[in-house]
């Protein structure tokens, strides 16, 4: 099943775009899903009908959902995230607590585990996401990473005994919530649903992203640091989707200096991200319902196929280079100040700006020591000795 995470700045035009690409891609004869991980859902304004948390058609080919509701497991892992923040406040040394306290919350796993269900069904053969902006995006993408870091350090406080366990089996048996077996069953089962959800969304041959602009400013800027973001957690973006373009015959008289302003940025964001545009006419109305989103999709999309991978990449990868291993990480529009990489001997830490990779190493590499790191053309290689 292809996976096309549609994300981009607030406003931008993410839902309406999804749509289309959906819509799209079902006149191409894809059986489809479109999914709303945003908890602020709007689906169905964007339809103008309600859609909730059960899948509904929309369309010929297309099932829509927003997904939101929270089962015995979510209730299981709020548990654990209340036992957790307990525990952080007496035992955890420094380092953990930090990697824990940015731990993701129940949005992004419910989100997660939506994305495999719809697999899992074995019924459609596209799945179109409508993610939150891009913040939470990329907290539900880290999400996978966060959990192997922290399951690390829940087995070996496990192992470490009863000690730092008894408040826990306290607090849950005392508020009479979760026995312990289930706490840990939860957790397992969690753990193996978000590991296959990593695999999907890790996948460069089904899941790509798709970024939404704008031709203004600040949300160029924005978008091209999560365009760097995503490659880091090793998202692939195919293509930058460029909505609201002002048609060039309504670039005359009081909006020449608009029109010129946009051309700019255009120009821009053909310079920022290296795969194809496709782009969308700001229209004079609100785009609602199923035949103003198809319309959309033919001016966006022409006869392509929406649900192609409109370019390949894979943003992060290793090769050999005569006896050493290269790990490469498509790093485009990132500045050599900006980054920081650091081996631990068993993980890569690549932090660009303010956020944090913790790429776990294959077995090959693990104690290698790195001969040399560097960033030119927009990709980091790390070069590990022989
Ligand atoms: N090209 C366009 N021309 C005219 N109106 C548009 C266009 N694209 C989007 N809109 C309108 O702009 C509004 C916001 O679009 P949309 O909901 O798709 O943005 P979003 O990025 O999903 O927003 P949010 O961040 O709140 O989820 C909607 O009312 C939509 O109909
Ligand atoms: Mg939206």
Redesign the pocket.
């Given at each position: 099943m292809r996976v096309l995470l549609h994300t981009?700045?607030?406003?931008?035009?993410?839902?309406?775009?999804a749509l289309a690409t959906a819509l799209g891609a079902a006149e191409h004869g894809h059986r489809v899903f479109v999914l709303s991980t945003?908890s602020?859902h709007?689906l169905g304004?964007?339809l103008g009908r309600r859609i909730g948390p059960r899948p509904v058609a929309i369309a010929e080919g297309v099932v829509a959902q927003e997904v939101g509701v929270l089962d015995e497991l979510d209730r299981a892992w709020s548990e654990i995230q209340e036992w957790l923040r307990q525990l952080l406040r007496d035992e955890a040394d420094e380092m953990v607590a930090d990697e824990l306290l940015v731990f993701p919350g129940m949005e992004e796993l419910v989100s997660l585990r939506a994305v495999r269900e719809v697999e899992a069904t074995g019924e459609f053969d596209v799945c179109v996401v409508?993610c939150?902006?891009t913040g939470a995006t990329l907290r539900m993408l880290r999400f996978p990473d966060a959990l192997r870091i922290f399951m690390e350090h829940f087995f070996d406080l496990e192992r470490r005994g009863a000690r730092l366990l008894r408040p826990l089996v306290k607090r849950l048996g005392a508020a009479g919530l979760v026995p312990r077996e289930e706490f840990f069953d939860a957790f397992e089962r969690l753990y193996r649903e978000v590991e296959d959800v990593r695999q999907i969304l890790l996948d460069t041959d089904r899941t790509t992203a798709r970024l939404?602009v704008n031709p203004a400013r600040v949300v160029v800027e924005e978008t091209r640091r999560s365009f760097s973001y995503l490659s880091l957690y090793g998202v692939a973006t195919d293509a930058v989707l460029v909505?609201?373009e002002l048609p060039e015959r309504a670039t005359g008289g009081y909006f020449a200096r608009w029109g010129a302003r946009q051309r700019e940025e255009l120009e821009e964001i053909a310079r920022s991200f290296p795969v194809p545009l496709f782009h969308?006419?700001?229209?004079?109305?609100?785009?609602?319902g199923v035949s103003d989103l198809q319309a959309?999709a033919r001016e966006v999309f022409g006869d392509t196929d929406p649900a192609r991978i409109l370019t390949r990449a894979r943003p992060i990868r290793l090769h050999k280079r005569g006896d050493r291993t290269v790990l490469a990480i498509d790093l485009h529009g990132v500045r050599k100040e900006e980054l920081d990489v650091r081996s631990t001997g068993s993980e890569l830490l690549v932090r660009v700006r303010d956020a944090e990779r913790r790429i776990a190493l294959p077995a090959s590499l693990v104690g290698r020591e790195v001969d040399e790191a560097h960033l030119d053309d927009g990709v980091l290689e790390v070069v590990f000795a022989a």
């Open positions: 981009g700045k607030g406003g931008v035009g993410k839902t309406t775009l945003d602020a709007s304004d964007a409508d939150a902006p939404v909505n609201r969308a006419p700001l229209h004079s109305r609100e785009l609602r959309l």
